[in-house]
């Protein structure tokens, strides 16, 4: 149903593809080195001679008869490196002269600060080990937990850092686990954005230093994502499709951070987990704190290898299942939904989203969400947030009458919440003000008029909980969209003593998964969506817990080819929802056509958010036949194999994507022009993924091929020849889309 913590480290539900290599853990007693191999790759760590545990290897799978010699920790440089500073720790106490970014830094009672962490003991499973670690003199355990993925070659790792000394700890800084590649030339690719523009992906040499990638904000944030990927070699031989990648993405959505840095070794060194900023956790005796997991990849193929890995994992791994899908492999695409958000804003009413539903059944959509304004007295952004009544004005007889409609019609029915925050002007805040972050006597900073309900409070959670629960009791609610629309300020938590204070940092993002856990769990019909005014919480933390997340509230289809494409290195197309909006559009005045919107969406889980009942007949009539269109293929574009054909970054004339299913049955090509100049025709689209001895039928979606294009032809020629498009695929923002079918 849904994930737990242990199940994270279990990979064994899914049955490994029939090309892949068993997954193997090993221990050797007599050199203490630790190997985890799985998919295409190997990684390897062991005890040194000190009795810290060293990082050893990390990349293509070795030969099962290859071995390693016992851990060496590397020199002293100088005397201003010490050799604890310049050997790779797989977890690293701040302690011993280290002045690399550690794993963990603690404070104890009587003022003490140093901790080294050394080897005491491991268990292993199936698929990885537990390794204990124990500090040389003190009663700080911590149990690193390791799982290998036998598909993807992906690791699970995290920490569970546990006090058993007689006086509290308060741990400083915890990472999920640090990651280390040997001295070379690379290259880093990270996410960053802000509201409407998130998803830019950056591509950068690593130097000596640290970058730093981060939230700050209590929430994963639209600024930056926790996913990186490495590649071998300088920014200019950054490839899709060669060249070494190691990648990773931290399981959090509270603040977080990712550390790169390249020591005096020129050793590179990936380490993340809660953001130590205002960070501190205190451990009573016998408590333990369990770090996010940190999950890693390596690929020997270039960044659209790795993020095929990452997708495939995801949609395995990460991703929760309903009742209906609960024994199946991978979760079931993403049902086309309306959402009538930009067409009405607040202004919902029973009519109104009635007549809207008869539009949006006649087009084939499969879910009819209302968004925000239903409930409290939610005229505007103002009030409302907290009181999760049903407005009496607009639903004289409660959600029944539309929700009965919805259904008649044959869709599911999905509703807006925002459970996590409060307007001032709300019956909750005015009953209860101590339930927000704040700390007594400063101001309570207002975003989009609102505060932050804290929701590491018990009654919090308990409220939340309460009110959910009663929602999907009393309506026949399919699907939540889930938003979370500002950050934190100041984030106190009065009610703990002084010392304690800063655990919201954990616990609020520990219920809100505890809350969608049990919602699930109550309710295991019911589908979520993380939104955060678009794609402020997105992160494989809270993908154990919903179905699908919204991208950004930019709908303008131009951007979302690039938002898209940002989007994709790191998470599925399953997930990524796209809805067709109204032009010109809102936030660029940029006027499309519906068929080019169509096809934008149609690259990831398509939605519609127009105003539909404006739309003339044959707008109508388009949308139908390409949603129609969208059912028969989907399956193949949200789960199959992504090729990211031509990118449509850095001001591209054109882009394409194309999308292979696992028995390599079909494919989908989505080509846009942004403006064509100097009358250059389409870039011939060299196919991939393809079965090169089976023959694939070509079929038009949107467009048309180039005048003599055989109708049938073999994989080879598809992926050698490649598909010329009409002559008349020319202009400003154009689209054009196929299928091609194994005969
Ligand atoms: C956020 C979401 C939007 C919409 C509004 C409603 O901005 O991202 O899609 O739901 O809130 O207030």
């Not at 004289?396 to 019609?409: E, M, N, Q």
């Not at 599911?412 to 009953?431: A, I």
């Not at 989009?448 to 309460?466: E, F, I, T």
């Not at 992160?539 to 930019?554: A, F, H, M, Q, T």
Request: glycine letters at 8%.
């Amino acid at each position: 149903m849904f994930k737990t913590l242990s199940a994270v480290f279990l990979f064994l539900a899914i049955p490994f593809a029939a090309h892949a290599q068993p997954s193997s853990v090993s221990f050797n007693a007599a050199t203490k080195v630790f190997r985890l191999d799985g998919g295409g790759v190997s990684y390897v760590f062991g005890v040194n001679p000190r009795g810290e545990l060293q990082q050893l290897y990390w990349g293509a799978r070795l030969a099962a008869t290859d071995s390693f010699p016992q851990a060496a920790p590397l020199p002293e440089l100088a005397s201003f490196d010490s050799s604890y500073n310049n050997t790779p720790q797989e977890y690293a106490g701040w302690g011993a002269g280290l002045f690399a970014e550690p794993a963990l830094k603690l404070s104890f009672a009587d003022g003490n600060r140093d901790l080294v962490l050394h080897y005491l003991r491991h268990t292993a499973s199936t698929n990885g080990f537990d390794v204990v670690l124990k500090d040389i003199a003190r009663e700080i355990y911590v149990t690193l937990h390791y799982a290998i993925d036998p598909n993807s070659g992906i690791l699970a790792r995290s920490a569970t850092i546990q006090n058993r000394e007689a006086q509290p700890v308060s741990v400083e800084q915890a990472a999920a686990a640090a990651w280390g590649l040997p001295p070379a030339h690379y290259t880093l690719s990270y996410l960053t954005g802000r509201w409407a523009g998130e998803w830019t992906l950056n591509q950068e040499a690593i130097h000596p230093g640290a970058r730093v990638i981060e939230s700050r904000r209590g929430s994963t944030g639209h600024q930056a994502n926790p996913w990186f990927a490495i590649t071998a070699g300088e920014p200019s031989e950054v490839s899709e499709e060669h060249g070494e990648v190691w990648f990773g993405a931290l399981a959090w959505s509270g603040s977080w951070r990712i550390t790169v840095e390249q020591d005096q070794l020129d050793e590179v060194r990936v380490t993340g987990g809660f953001n130590p900023f205002d960070f501190g956790y205190v451990l009573h005796p016998g408590e333990s704190l369990e770090a996010p997991v940190f999950y890693g990849g390596y690929s020997s193929s270039g960044l659209g290898s790795a993020s095929r890995l990452l997708h495939l994992f995801e949609l395995e791994h990460i991703l929760p299942r309903t009742a209906a899908t609960a024994t199946q492999t991978l979760p079931k695409p993403r049902p086309v939904i309306y959402n009538s958000w930009e067409a009405t804003e607040f202004k919902v009413t029973e009519a109104g989203q009635i007549a809207l539903a008869e539009k949006a059944a006649a087009l084939g959509i499969d879910r009819f969400v209302m968004d925000d304004g239903w409930f409290g007295q939610r005229k505007d952004d103002h009030a409302g947030l907290g009181d999760w009544y049903v407005n009496p004005d607009k639903f004289p007889h409660g959600l029944k009458p539309l929700i009965d409609k919805v259904h008649s019609l044959g869709m599911d029915f999905g509703l807006w919440v925002e459970p996590e925050m409060v307007n001032p002007d709300s019956d909750l805040y005015r009953k209860h003000p101590d339930w927000v972050l704040n700390f007594p006597g400063r101001p309570r900073t207002e975003q989009r008029n609102q505060l932050v309900l804290n929701l590491a409070r018990p009654d919090v959670h308990d409220y939340v909980l309460g009110f959910l629960d009663k929602l999907l009791n009393e309506n026949d609610i399919a699907f939540l969209k889930w938003d979370y629309n500002r950050n934190w300020a100041e984030p106190g938590w009065d009610q703990l003593p002084a010392t304690e204070q800063k655990r919201v940092y954990v616990n609020f993002t520990r219920n809100l998964y505890a809350i969608l856990a049990e919602l699930r769990h109550r309710h295991p019909k019911v589908e979520i969506e993380s939104c955060s005014g678009g794609g402020g919480r997105v992160d494989l933390g809270i993908l154990r817990y919903v179905d699908e997340v919204w991208p950004s509230d930019n709908t303008d289809p131009f951007d979302r080819l690039t938002q898209q494409d940002g989007f994709t290195y790191a998470y599925t197309p399953q997930i990524m929802m796209a809805w067709v909006t109204d032009s010109p559009h809102w936030l660029n005045k940029r006027s499309t056509s519906l068929s080019y919107r169509m096809l934008s969406s149609m690259q990831g889980s398509l939605g519609i958010g127009a105003n539909i009942a404006a739309w003339s007949p044959e707008d109508a009539a388009l949308a139908k036949r390409l949603i129609a269109a969208y059912h028969q293929v989907q399956p193949t574009i949200v789960q199959g194999s992504l090729y990211r054909l031509i990118s449509p970054r850095n001001g591209s004339e054109f882009s394409a994507t194309q999308t292979v299913n696992e028995e390599k049955t079909q494919s989908v090509v989505f080509a846009f022009i942004h403006s064509t100049q100097e009358g250059r025709l389409f870039p011939r689209l060299k196919l991939q993924g393809l079965d090169p001895t089976a023959e694939y039928a070509l079929s038009p979606i949107e467009g048309k091929p180039h005048t003599g294009t055989p109708s049938v032809a073999s994989g080879a020629w598809w992926m050698n020849h490649g598909l010329n498009l009409d002559d008349s695929f020319r202009g400003d923002f154009q689209a054009a889309a196929f299928r091609l079918d194994k005969k």
